[in-house]
Structure formats: structure tokens, C-alpha cells
Nanobody, 122 residues
């Protein structure tokens, strides 16, 4: 069972940047599709980005062009570089793993961490 720990969140002004990290346990990290999701107060969890085992990346329309997902299989870590942040990006950000083909559906992922809070002030 993969276990994930997110870090790197914080408070930033609009237009600023943050880099989130997600560290995974276990020796099979490279076999997982890794996804980033976020949940704002009173809203459902939504897809942000994902990266396949081969490095193909996927983004929601709301973050495309501003966020970049990457992975380091040697370090068992996936990253989310967030640039040009907006107040509407404020949320708790989670990473999760999927042992089969990519999907945007959070129900298809497992190993959810506790998340890291990102707050963007206007």
C-alpha cells in the first residue's frame, strides 16, 4: 500500500509561486500514475494535474499553462510547480496514486495523504 506525504504549501500573494512535493513510500512508485487534486472549503475535490509512468502530463483547464507536474522516480517524489497563482487556487492540495491508466476521477486513486494548505491572497 503506497503512503504519500504532501508538503510545500503556504501563504503567497497573487501572482506568486509555490512548489509542492509529494513523497511516496514503497519500491513501486515508478509504476504509479500520480495525481494532484485540490479541495476548497465547501467544494468537492477536483482534479488539478497528473503524470503517467512514462512522464506524460495532464492538466485541468484552470491550471494549464501555470502549473507543471513532474516526478523523480529515484527520489519517489512527485512535484507540482505552481506559478501565477490566483486567489481561486486557494485550497488543500492532495496527491494520490493510481496503479492503472490515467483518469481525472479521484475515486480511481489511493494512498491519499493529509494534504497541504495553499492560500493565495489578493
Amino acid at each position: 500500500q503506497v503512503q504519500l506525504v504532501e508538503s510545500g504549501g503556504g501563504l503567497v500573494q497573487a501572482g506568486g509561486s509555490l512548489r509542492l512535493s509529494c513523497a511516496a513510500s514503497g519500491r513501486t512508485f515508478s509504476t504509479y500514475v500520480m495525481g494532484w487534486f485540490r479541495q476548497a472549503p465547501g467544494k468537492e475535490r477536483e482534479f488539478v494535474a497528473a503524470i503517467s509512468t512514462g512522464g506524460t502530463t495532464y492538466y485541468s483547464d484552470s491550471v494549464k499553462g501555470r502549473f507543471t507536474v513532474s516526478r523523480d522516480n529515484a527520489e519517489n517524489t512527485v512535484y507540482l510547480q505552481m506559478n501565477s497563482l490566483k486567489p481561486e487556487d486557494t485550497a488543500v492540495y492532495f496527491c494520490a496514486a493510481r496503479g492503472s491508466a490515467y483518469t481525472r476521477d479521484a475515486n480511481g486513486y489511493r494512498g491519499w495523504g493529509r494534504g497541504t494548505q495553499v492560500t493565495v491572497s489578493s
